[in-house]
């Protein structure tokens, strides 16, 4: 029905995308907003962590909560999602050659999430609210508090059924050609596939308990508020993993000419996600009463590890396509020539690896571990789990966030990245500070230090406790890093701010950057018909994923020797 | 490399559910809503009253 | 042609063969996958450390008596931090913890090497049960009791923490909320 003339287009001239100027503009506005809101969760993160640093101790009690609760949510959801939301529109329109289904319900979207956010900040500002980002019932917070995340989540949901339906259009107009939809698209699939799930999930416990904070339902059992919220609260961490690997994908093939080791393997394991990724939800509810552990058994698994097995997957075909594409442009000799002749000085591919280690070593395995059903008792809520999750959300989702940014604001934005150098160093100040605190948070954790407290030392408590010496040095050197993740959090924000608005312009037509020429073209045109080593086409990434299985499966045992030690239960 | 495959080949079951959004979409939400969801709450709802 | 951000050069993709990198870690992943399954259900058979899943509906009232009940019966002296009661209840018996803003009472002594019936729950909102310094850790809630059988293998003075925020202010909150445990050889 709409009809576009070539002006509502241009064509970016390395990728060769077409580029719809009013679907562009949503990418802008999206990603703008998710950048300040980073900025804003990462300031409220600053007092949290400089509150948590032994020896300084910022912020009195009632602050620090409230700081928590609004870091927790702003971080946590509002930057996440906001930029989460550009990058399905830029996945459904830019990628595809298309225009954006229905601009306008996706400036709803905008609006209502704008206005959502400033909601539910005004309830946690003005003190009331401090229930930390999950809310958990009787504790109560101000009602707009909760009418803020309703709104917010509808304005999510409207975006991604504009995702879905740019999909519907690009297909009819046949914008990307013949066959399925490319890889990072699918990805994009899978990820607002969960969103709705998740969305759902938000809006079926979020509707009463806003309700119940206005006194029209009496009474909100805190058990079933839990298993629904953690619907919404896990499934919303698995939208990230889906969107942080579909942007690996997306940088292997923009940075090397890559291209997917097997569609059928990456395709597979994106479908394990789709089946069985939300499973996880049951993770924050392991250490709870009166559910079986069948139930517990079943789904903290994701199905016999299935979804882990997916990860793994990806964990592996994502550098591997890379050390492929490297192997066929001439990058052949030895085991880990192609790694180390990889650009590090471009914060696009250092940050995009950088996020993959973290995910992969940090992240993802203590998530697999913390998460058997009988570990878990021993890191519940303990600084075990702020650590886990930095490792996931941060050194993960948010730097590979921040890598895919830097090649987005010249196509996009149509900027040269300003204060290059500050950018070149980012990644690396910004996973240094992340995996430190990371690390430093769960070795407390693992000696017992609790979660979501505003003073460690229990000050001038009868019963006094004092945790271990080392766990109280591993908070300070925490929490350093925390100052240094937030240090390499603001160089992000300052090089984008300064990009954007003050960034030599890109004439339209022109390229930021030379052309990358697909590594399958390469390899023709030099003749090479064999690459890797004994018919293994990417033997130094599978190196790579072995040192992961044998960490893996060491630290599962340290845990289970660990666990064996404390009291008897059962 | 790969098998020659004849024009009126229809694609795999396998790629023909991984290209049906819908069809992914009503698993996505079904499958955790049954075995999460529904699961866990009649767990919750089948806790004996204290004695 | 041919990237991930395009359409699969091979429109048949599915009918491609895996390559040999791809195959054998999706192999080796894909056993250790099942292995970690199978370990975290036979835990329940080999290992001493298990959750029980029993629990009952209770209301904060009901259960405070079950407190004072036990309490009141199994009273041995007074604790030198608080001056409140220590609760010394018989081996194989029920143990009855409450959390509540902001404490865990009531001040407990067991025996090492004795099994206990601990009982668990809230008497205003959820509270996290965290015994220090075994880190053990359990979720606790209004209107919940959850029921299981430990055994202290160590002596000495264990605390009781809470890792559920449950509110507070300055002076006392979530970050005060204490309880304690004497485990006598």
Request: proline share 5%; hydrophobic share 50%; net charge neutral.
């Amino acid at each position: 029905m709409a009809t576009t003339t070539m002006s509502d287009f241009r064509v970016d001239p390395v990728s060769g995308f077409k580029i719809h100027r009013t679907a562009n503009t949503l990418v802008k506005a999206n990603a703008f907003a998710a950048v300040v809101f980073l900025l804003v969760g990462g300031l409220f993160g600053l007092g949290v962590a400089l509150t948590r640093m032994p020896g300084v101790q910022l912020l009195k009690p009632e602050m620090f909560y409230m700081f928590l609760t609004a870091h927790g949510i702003i971080a946590l959801m509002v930057w996440i999602i906001f930029f989460e939301i550009a990058v399905l529109y830029f996945l459904g329109a830019h990628v595809l050659n298309s225009r954006l289904a229905t601009p306008r319900w996706a400036w709803l979207q905008f609006w209502l999430m704008i206005i959502g956010a400033a909601m539910t900040a005004v309830a946690i500002l003005q003190g009331g609210s401090s229930v930390m980002m999950t809310s958990y019932p009787p504790l109560t917070a101000a009602p707009h508090f909760y009418l803020g995340l309703i709104l917010f989540a509808v304005g999510a949901l409207i975006g991604c059924f504009v995702f879905l339906g740019t999909l519907v259009i690009a297909k009819e107009e046949k914008t990307y050609g013949e066959g399925s939809l490319p890889l990072v698209v699918f990805g994009g699939v899978t990820a607002c596939i969960i969103a709705i799930f998740t969305i759902a999930s938000g809006a079926l416990i979020l509707i009463p308990t806003f309700l119940w904070s206005l006194g029209l339902i009496s009474h909100i059992d805190p058990m079933m508020y839990r298993i629904v919220w953690w619907a919404f609260g896990h499934s919303s961490q698995q939208i990230n993993v889906v969107t942080h690997i579909s942007i690996w994908y997306l940088i292997a093939a923009l940075v090397f000419g890559a291209k997917p080791m097997s569609e059928k393997v990456s395709r597979g394991a994106f479908l394990l996600y789709i089946l069985f990724l939300q499973f996880g939800s049951v993770h924050h509810l392991l250490s709870d009463p009166g559910l079986s552990s069948a139930w517990k058994i079943f789904n903290t698994s994701y199905m016999i590890y299935l979804a882990v097995l997916a990860s793994l997957i990806h964990g592996l075909t994502v550098p591997g396509s890379i050390e492929v594409a490297q192997r066929k442009k001439g990058m052949d000799t030895g085991m880990f020539t192609w790694i180390r002749k990889a650009p590090w000085g471009n914060p696009v591919f250092s940050g995009m690896f950088l996020s993959l280690i973290g995910f992969g070593f940090i992240g993802g395995i203590t998530g697999v571990v913390m998460s058997v059903e009988q570990i878990n008792m021993i890191i519940h809520n303990t600084m075990y789990l702020p650590g886990h999750f930095h490792g996931t959300v941060v050194a993960g989702t948010t730097m590979a966030f921040m890598a895919v940014t830097y090649w987005l604001i010249p196509v996009v934005f149509q900027r040269k990245i300003a204060l290059a150098g500050v950018a070149k160093l980012q990644p690396y100040i910004f996973s240094l500070g992340s995996f430190v605190f990371s690390i430093a948070l769960m070795g407390a954790g693992t000696m017992g230090v609790q979660r979501r407290s505003a003073d460690m030392f229990f000050a001038g408590q009868p019963l006094a406790y004092e945790y271990p010496e080392i766990a109280k040095g591993m908070m300070s050197i925490g929490e350093i890093f925390g100052v240094v993740m937030a240090v390499g959090a603001v160089m992000f924000i300052v090089v984008v701010l300064a990009s954007i608005f003050a960034g030599e312009r890109i004439p339209e037509g022109s390229a930021p950057w030379p052309k990358v020429e697909d590594a399958d073209v390469v390899a023709e045109k030099s003749g090479k018909k064999h690459i890797g080593i004994g018919g293994f086409e990417a033997p130094g990434t599978f190196v790579f994923a072995m040192i992961l299985f044998v960490t893996i499966v060491l630290y599962y045992f340290i845990n289970f020797k660990y666990l064996s030690t404390i009291w008897t239960l059962s | 490399m790969s098998e020659s495959t004849s024009s009126s080949t229809k694609p795999h079951v396998m790629q023909r559910i991984l290209e049906d959004n819908s069809l992914l979409l009503f698993l996505a939400v079904v499958i955790p809503t049954v075995f999460y969801m529904l699961w866990g709450i009649m767990e919750v709802l089948s806790i004996p009253l204290a004695k | 042609m041919g990237t991930s951000y395009t359409p699969p050069t091979n429109p048949d993709w599915w009918r491609e063969p895996i390559e040999r990198t791809e195959l054998l870690w999706i192999v080796l992943a894909f056993a250790w996958c099942v292995f970690m399954f199978g370990w975290m259900i036979g835990w329940h058979w080999i290992g001493n450390q298990n959750m029980n899943n029993e629990a009952y509906k209770t209301t904060p009232e009901a259960y405070s008596k079950k407190v004072a009940d036990m309490q009141a019966q199994y009273a041995v002296r007074k604790d030198e931090a608080t001056g409140e009661d220590v609760v010394a209840p018989p081996p194989g018996s029920d143990v009855y913890l409450a959390g509540m803003q902001w404490q865990w009472r009531p001040i407990l002594e067991l025996q090492k090497g004795k099994s206990y019936r601990i009982h668990l729950s809230s008497l205003d909102v959820v509270h996290g049960f965290s015994l220090q310094p075994e880190n053990i850790n359990f979720q606790a809630y209004p209107g919940y009791e959850q029921v299981f059988t430990a055994t202290p293998n160590k002596s000495g003075t264990f605390a009781i923490a809470c890792g559920e925020y449950c509110g507070g202010g300055d002076a006392f909150g979530h970050h005060t909320m204490l309880g304690r445990i004497y485990v006598k050889e």
